[in-house]
């Protein structure tokens, strides 16, 4: 077991290690982030010159690598070139957001995956799992911002019941912190709904056939010929081994959380890290981009240790060997 | 129900239990109804970067602190007027600014706004080169305030556009709180975002007390401006990404105003909403067709000639643009806007649409369909034609390049086959400043200040920075130059006219539009927007005179009428702007869009519905 973490961590530091050094290669192959500056009529060639040794951008490849590495280890994420601000305090300001949106919104959609997906399997060809399956493939089909709107017409204009922007009521004061979730759960409801919806119906069929499958095997066979209840059978025996290959996937959907809901966030305006990368890939804001990098890949990282912290707990085999 | 099911069932109920407390559906907005008071709520399509104006680049950032500074002089609908500035004086030399500003100004910390600040502020933006404005500042050489009032500019050189440009974007800021920054923090300055509530203080007519990264920033009215408080209390810029969400906001009256691009497409379901108005107007940057002048056909004058009798400007603006923007000048300077007091009004009918024109000068050029193909051959016999370029993002002109090549192909005796090609732009922008594609659909902005002709048509700017068509002529050199170091205004005049007079001839580029652009804003709960016609609605003037309508009964519960015609009080649209599409007088609330999106719902729900029937009865059997 030890031997395992010590070979997992080791791993882990290389994959980081190269992880970091491909997004400082690739973010760097795209172009130069100054370049709209350039053009622009009201600034200076001075004043890009100046920006671009604020940032260091003048230095040669290799100085600005070793800078790049150095400071990582020491936990600087360098300033963000488009907002003129420290990275960390920009990601910092949207994250909390991102968190609050996707690790409810992913768990509830896993669960709901999950509990119909094996329902579904468990009355494959009868009336509800064919209408759940249409249903999620439709969802499947359907773009978020398109789903988005959707809801956000029916829900926020129509009926009026749902505010059509933002995550907070602008400039409202509030009286405690229980009017302030109030007012933030009423903003949440809507894009909550949006990726909850979509994420369901794409992780319920992975979770059906792999149920479906499992079903087939001969230890279902032989507990049902043991006479155990349908229930045990059905949760204990065959939803356990049908769920090891969905984990890694619905786990993994964790760790891109950085990556956000871009669609999502914009259609509802909600503040998130999403568009904060959209936005970093667009204007070339390589020091935000790698610090958005560096997260990603400390959470993925971290995230495939718990996963496999997961399989020890379901697949005995995995434990004993 | 299976009790398995209940287990699905509890969170979907836990849920709709959420949804259906009261504290979700109450949402009350309370207001007064008097001159002072109110909250306006404006909206922007993005978050500012930074709240450091000296390194604030971006146009958000830039609006975000607009109402918070003022300045020397500003652009007023196409006029410099003073703001902070009593009196102004430039020496014979042009060399030495003095300007004297009024002396009952303070900022929002309490502390008075003095010719101290004013000369910081110069210094700054002069000897700092990372300062976004850097580039209009270059010339100064020092600013110091003589006394408390009065401050003097030195100018290293003469830089006649400099009040214009530089004086005009100046926001002065106060020096007791961004001189210790500056000593603190040094060239690190530049990406230093200063403090909320306490080091953002300008002495304008709202004061940001709370920003919430990317949410909001809200202002309260400064009480002690000095031309007055502002008649609402409060100032709210909300920032929504999504232009379609915005438009709903405005129709919902949760925002006031949306200071964001709007397609034209919505303008008619906006207007027959009641209490939404819509503000037009006319944008500066000049769309045009441009020519590498020192590529073979075109730089034959000639030529360039004969590709202006094949363009029609004003069916582009007819059909591409639906009417939202008005044709090109011959002369590349615009008639409105700041541009206006240059506008050689002697070149507006240089060429008319002729195709049997060009048909005359391309046949004296040689360009003579000599194979009988119906296209035009180059003088040598050999088979010719070029390509147009227009950016892939914007179908506008995309559409006017195909506009232009149809006009080229139905020249008599023969056409010039013109080749629309769409590439991703930026592969295209370097190939421009290379001078390696023929032609191309840019759009460029104006200087507040004539003498940007220098550096759109000057040698020197050739490429690289700004003269983008490659043009080059002796006698526009020497008067732009002179455009740049004559201070006489009729002497500069008759210079920016001679210079459209030659530009209209050799036809460099041929300006094919000006776009107008539409904002929607509320008339039915604020009064006094200040709508200019080369402007937005978000500006100075309506952030200092806009107030709660105390005319019409905004609560009243029988729906005003739905006809779009403004309340008495509030301006109609800006007289040049057209009317392109009359709203329906019958559809009521959004209208046309909410019944397509209706049809459109039932359609998917009917067609879902069928699908999972035929499903479920074709396996049933099994």
Redesign the interface.
């Known amino acids: 077991m030890r031997r395992v973490l010590v070979r997992r961590a080791i791993t882990s530091l290389i994959t980081f290690f190269i992880a970091i050094s491909l997004v400082f290669v690739i973010s760097r192959l795209t172009g130069d982030p100054l370049s709209e500056l350039i053009e622009n009529p009201e600034v200076a060639p001075e004043t890009v010159e100046a920006l671009r040794r604020a940032f260091g951008l003048d230095k040669p490849l290799y100085v600005q690598y070793i800078n790049f590495i150095q400071s990582t280890l020491v936990g600087q994420l360098g300033y963000s070139i488009n907002y003129k601000r420290p990275v960390f305090d920009v990601i910092m300001e949207k994250l909390p957001y991102t968190i609050a949106l996707l690790i409810p919104a992913i768990t509830l959609s896993n669960y709901f995956a999950y509990r119909l997906g094996v329902e579904s399997g468990w009355r494959r060809g009868k009336k509800f799992d064919i209408s759940i399956t249409s249903v999620s493939l439709f969802i499947r089909a359907t773009p978020h911002f398109w789903l988005a709107i959707v809801l956000l017409y029916i829900f926020g204009v129509w009926l009026g019941i749902f505010p059509i922007f933002g995550a907070v009521t602008a400039g409202a004061e509030y009286a405690s912190i229980w009017d302030w979730l109030k007012d933030y759960l009423w903003h949440y409801f809507l894009p909550v709904s949006v990726i909850v919806i979509r994420a369901t119906g794409a992780m319920f069929l992975y979770i059906r056939n792999s149920l479906v499958e499992t079903l087939g095997e001969d230890y279902i066979t032989t507990a049902v010929a043991k006479g155990l209840p349908e229930k045990i059978v059905l949760y204990k025996h065959a939803a356990r081994n049908a769920l090891l290959p969905a984990v890694t996937v619905m786990g993994l959907r964790y760790a891109f959380i950085i990556d956000g809901a871009v669609l999502t966030e914009t259609v509802f305006s909600y503040p998130g890290t999403g568009r904060l990368v959209y936005e970093a890939i667009v204007y070339r804001d390589f020091f935000l981009l790698q610090g958005a990098v560096i997260i990603l890949t400390t959470s993925v990282i971290f995230v495939n240790f718990i996963i496999d912290l997961i399989y020890l707990y379901l697949d005995p085999r995995v434990r004993y060997r | 129900m299976s009790r398995?099911?209940v287990?699905?069932l509890i969170?979907l109920l836990a849920?709709l239990l959420?949804?259906s407390?009261p504290?979700?559906?109450k949402?009350a907005t309370p207001v007064r109804a008097q001159q002072y008071g109110g909250?306006l709520?404006i909206?922007l399509p993005s978050?500012p970067?930074?709240f450091?104006w000296f390194?604030?680049?971006?146009t958000w950032s830039l609006d975000v602190l607009y109402p918070s500074y003022d300045r020397l002089f500003r652009w007023k609908n196409g006029t410099l007027v003073p703001e902070l500035a009593k009196e102004f004086s430039v020496s014979p030399d042009g060399l030495t600014y003095t300007i004297t500003i009024y002396n009952n100004v303070t900022f929002q910390d309490g502390k008075p706004l003095t010719a101290e600040d004013v000369a910081f502020t110069v210094n700054v933006l002069a000897q700092?080169?990372?300062?976004?404005?850097?580039?209009?500042f270059?010339s100064v050489d020092h600013a110091e305030a003589v006394d408390t009032y009065t401050v003097k500019i030195f100018m290293k050189e003469l830089d006649v556009g400099f009040q214009a440009l530089g004086l005009a974007v100046m926001n002065i800021m106060p020096k007791h709180i961004w001189e210790p920054l500056l000593q603190e923090h040094g060239?690190?300055l530049?990406?230093y975002?200063p403090k909320i509530p306490d080091e953002v203080v300008g002495s304008g007519p709202f004061q940001i007390v709370?920003y919430?990264?990317?949410?909001?920033v809200?202002y309260k009215a400064f009480d002690n401006y000095w031309m007055g408080r502002p008649y609402a209390d409060?100032l709210?810029v909300?920032?929504?990404?999504?232009a379609?969400?915005?438009i709903?906001?405005v129709?919902?009256g949760?925002i006031d105003a949306y200071v964001g691009w709007v397609t034209p497409e919505v303008v008619p379901t906006l207007l027959s909403t009641e209490g939404v108005g819509i503000h037009i107007y006319q944008s500066s940057t000049f769309y045009h067709w441009g020519f590498i002048n020192t590529r073979w056909p075109f730089n034959i004058t000639d030529f360039r000639r004969a590709m202006a009798y094949c363009v029609n400007k004003q069916e582009i603006v007819d059909t591409v643009l639906s009417g939202w923007g008005i044709p090109g000048s011959w002369g590349v300077v615009m008639p409105f806007g700041p541009n206006a007091q240059w506008y050689n009004p002697n070149v507006e009918n240089k060429y008319t649409f002729n195709l049997s024109k060009a048909a005359e000068i391309l046949d004296k050029l040689g360009f003579k369909d000599v194979d009988g193909d119906g296209w035009r051959e180059a003088p040598n016999g050999s088979d010719f034609s070029f390509e147009i370029y227009p950016p892939h993002y914007d179908i506008i002109r995309i559409r006017a390049a195909q506009m232009i090549s149809d006009w080229l192909s139905q020249i008599p005796g023969g056409g010039i086959k013109a080749i629309v090609r769409v590439l991703e732009w930026?592969t295209v922008w370097p190939m421009i400043k290379k001078a390696q594609v023929d032609t191309y659909l840019l759009g460029s902005?104006p200087?507040n200040d004539i003498s940007?002709l220098y550096?759109r048509f000057h040698t020197r700017e050739t490429g690289g920075t700004?003269n983008w068509a490659h043009y080059s002529n002796p006698e526009v050199d020497n008067l732009t130059e002179a455009l740049k170091t004559t201070l006489d205004p009729e002497k500069r005049k008759q210079i920016a006219w001679r210079i459209q007079e030659i530009l209209a001839d050799e036809v460099p580029i041929i300006v094919l539009y000006y776009r107008k652009f539409p904002q929607p804003y509320r008339i039915d709960k604020w009064e006094g927007w200040y709508r200019p016609l080369t402007g937005g609605i978000f500006n100075i003037w309506t952030l200092r005179e806009v107030h709660l309508r105390t005319t019409a009964p905004p609560t009243s519960p029988t729906p005003p009428p739905t006809s779009p015609t403004p309340p008495p009080t509030s301006p109609s649209p800006p007289p040049t702007g057209p009317s392109p599409t009359s709203p329906s007088p019958t559809q009521p609330g959004?209208g046309a869009a909410n019944t397509q999106?209706l049809v459109m719902?039932a359609i998917i729900i009917v067609l879902?519905i069928i699908?999972?029937v035929l499903?479920?009865r074709r396996?049933?059997p099994?």
Request: proline share 3%.
């Open positions: 398995k099911m287990g699905l969170p849920l959420i949804m407390t504290a979700f559906l949402l909250t709520k909206a978050e970067n930074t450091n390194a604030a680049g971006s700092q080169d990372w300062t976004y404005y850097h580039g209009y270059k060239d690190q530049a990406v975002n709370e919430v990264p990317g949410q909001f809200r409060e709210i909300n920032f929504i990404t999504e379609s969400t915005a709903l906001a129709q919902k949760e930026k902005g200087g940007w550096r700004g959004g999106f719902l879902v699908i999972i499903l479920v396996r049933s099994v």
